[in-house]
């Protein structure tokens, strides 16, 4: 995937905030950086959310320690940010509530991303709360965006 949606105020979210006050801007790059690697790998074949580099390979990537790492990864687990997955990988299932229909332009991808949000895997991992935001500003926001796209085309 070449891009996602990014939420603008994720500066004001107490978890954010938390991750900031302990870690300072180590600690905000280092889960944005993940989420964008991510990102990077979520493809038609892969829609498990799973980061794919562990510790030691961030932290030569961006020359930072190795245990400073491990321990920003689990705050992050701690804070909510990831969860950890069945095969033992952090996972980020909030990046797959920002997926949406008009995150790519693939429709085999599209249509991937639908059958996800429509399995409940989202609401069964961080409850209904979460979905029901998702399925509530959803349909809005989608014809939104599509409004946004057919106007620039």
């Not at 990014?6 to 300072?24: N, P, Q, T, V």
């Not at 799973?50 to 804070?79: G, P, S, W, Y």
Request: aromatic content about 8%.
């Amino acid at each position: 995937m070449k891009w996602f949606k990014h939420d603008a105020h994720s500066l004001r979210k107490a978890a954010i905030e938390r991750l900031i006050m302990e870690y300072g801007m180590d600690g905000y790059g280092l889960y944005y950086a993940c989420v964008e690697m991510i990102a990077g790998d979520i493809a038609t074949d892969d829609l498990t959310f799973e980061l794919k580099h562990d510790a030691e390979l961030i932290a030569h990537k961006f020359k930072l320690d190795t245990i400073r790492v491990e321990k920003i990864m689990l705050r992050c687990i701690e804070l909510g940010l990831f969860d950890l997955a069945d095969s033992g990988r952090l996972r980020c299932m909030r990046l797959a509530q920002m997926l949406d229909e008009t995150t790519s332009r693939n429709p085999e991808m599209c249509k991937l991303v639908q059958a996800f949000h429509n399995s409940g895997v989202y609401r069964d991992k961080f409850g209904s709360e979460s979905g029901a935001n998702r399925e509530t500003l959803g349909a809005d926001k989608t014809r939104i965006d599509k409004t946004r796209i057919d106007r620039k085309r």
